[in-house]
């Protein structure tokens, strides 16, 4: 049941609220808080050089400052504290303050809690952003005003008291900021599990069990979207709270969606054509397929259709950028798991020219390899995890008594140079990285928008 928003007004004011993190993302949540009477204090790990500008208006707004390299010994003595979605809960500093009374937190913890809008929130290891934008698109395109939050978009929590019963809210949310909820949207969507930021969780346990959070706490009205095709996801089926509905492309069902004879089904009705489709791939199909799932019942197959024949794909994810001497450049820079990789690669009709690696999530490689190394004409690998991904394809190859063209790159730029090097006409170029972006860059965002700026700088060969 939601939560009436005065209620958090009245709880939050005057109190010693701590936010921890400076980004993008919180500096509207500072702002908010504020307004609402709370005493704030915000934290970072930037010294004041680096958050330039930044700090100053801060002051003015009389925020009380903790920065620097020992910013988390200073948690101390606070009513609440919102956490960053990166900030394990049992950090030791979160710790001490849960023990010395404080209530741990965060914007999304607390706007999934209140919102007054029906909320569907998507989760899984690949899709999620994809899938979130169709679900977003379809609504508003059916007359909902709808929002869209989460990994994607603009900080919703600010924007709270905007919003009415009628509106209807587009999460992505990752397994971070899934990890301490205990609260769930009325929908649920899991697009598919695979090993994903082992870096960051424990195990494997730990990571789909945050994931379960998106539906845990549902009620009996609510729904659940599960892939019937990921072994992962089809196992949570008996753990539905409320109802279910899956999407599947390798069999016909008369419940739920799925693909068969070139065709997108909802509930037995045909929605559209595989032909009809403007993008690449039967990921993409599944992503589909999700968003007719979460959104079937609360609007037309019209609405459905009108953005499957329509929508062409959300930047940075298999974006065709410019043909150059008959070569075909692609931007899949979201692609930061080995898994999306490979969805990547089997929506081309031939094998590419791919340009791989960057920051370690401690994901094994050797299923990209197992599967993606005929799909792969050569392979051009930089970044942190170059020779790691290396390894994992000389192994697969050697025990397949194959061969396939690797070449190693000490910079970014290199990688792209060397791909219009050795590509003729005809060939496919895509920056399908299998990992994140943190070695070289501070999102995958700025490293699709490099990628774009040195394929669009390329002079004719």
Not at 118 to 130: V, W
Request: aromatic share 8%; with cysteine.
């Amino acid at each position: 049941m939601k939560k009436d928003f005065n209620d958090f007004k009245s709880f939050i004011k005057g109190k010693k609220t701590a936010v921890v993190g400076i980004g993008v993302s919180n500096r509207p949540l500072i702002d908010f808080l504020l307004k609402l009477g709370a005493k704030v204090s915000a934290f970072d790990k930037k010294d004041e050089e680096e958050l330039g500008e930044i700090a100053n208006e801060l002051r003015k707004k009389e925020v009380e400052l903790v920065l620097g390299e020992k910013y988390l010994d200073r948690l101390l003595g606070f009513d609440v504290v919102f956490k960053t979605p990166s900030m394990r809960i049992d950090s030791p500093a979160l710790v001490k303050a849960k023990s010395e009374g404080a209530y741990i937190t965060s914007e999304m913890e607390e706007f999934v809690r209140y919102c007054p809008a029906k909320i569907y929130g998507i989760t899984g290891s690949d899709g999620k952003t994809t899938t979130t934008t169709l679900i977003y698109n379809i609504l508003k395109g059916h007359g909902y005003k709808t929002w869209v939050g989460g990994n994607i978009g603009t900080p919703l929590f600010s924007k709270i008291e905007e919003m009415n019963l009628t509106d209807r809210v587009v999460l992505e949310l990752s397994s971070f900021q899934l990890m301490t909820m205990n609260v769930s949207p009325e929908v649920a969507v899991v697009t598919n599990l695979s090993p994903n930021h082992l870096d960051m969780h424990k195990d494997m346990d730990e990571y789909i069990d945050s994931k379960k959070n998106i539906f845990k706490y549902q009620e009996s009205m609510d729904l659940l979207v599960l892939n019937k095709d990921n072994e992962l996801t089809n196992s949570m089926v008996d753990e539905a709270k409320g109802n279910l509905i899956q999407f599947t492309i390798k069999e016909y069902v008369e419940q739920g969606a799925c693909f068969k004879d070139n065709k997108l089904y909802i509930d037995g009705e045909i929605v559209c054509s595989l032909g009809e489709i403007k993008l690449k791939g039967m990921h993409n199909v599944e992503n589909l397929l999700a968003a007719f799932s979460a959104v079937n019942g609360d609007v037309s197959i019209e609405s459905m259709r009108k953005v499957a024949t329509t929508f062409s794909g959300v930047e940075h994810r298999c974006e065709f950028i410019r043909e150059l001497d008959g070569v075909k450049y692609y931007n899949d820079s979201i692609a930061s798991s080995p898994s999306r990789t490979l969805a990547g690669l089997k929506a081309f009709e031939k094998p590419v020219i791919l340009i791989a690696g960057g920051y370690d999530k401690k994901i094994p490689f050797e299923p990209l390899a197992e599967e993606g190394y005929s799909k792969i004409k050569v392979l051009i690998l930089v970044g942190a995890t170059k020779y790691k991904i290396k390894d994992a394809f000389d192994k697969v190859m050697a025990s397949k008594n194959r061969e396939l063209p690797i070449i190693i790159e000490n910079s970014f730029e290199d990688a792209v140079y060397r791909a219009q090097k050795i590509a003729i006409s005809g060939d496919i170029v895509t920056l399908s990285p299998a990992c994140a972006s943190f070695d070289l860059f501070p999102n995958f965002e700025i490293r699709g928008n490099k990628f774009k700026e040195i394929v669009n700088s390329l002079g004719r060969g």
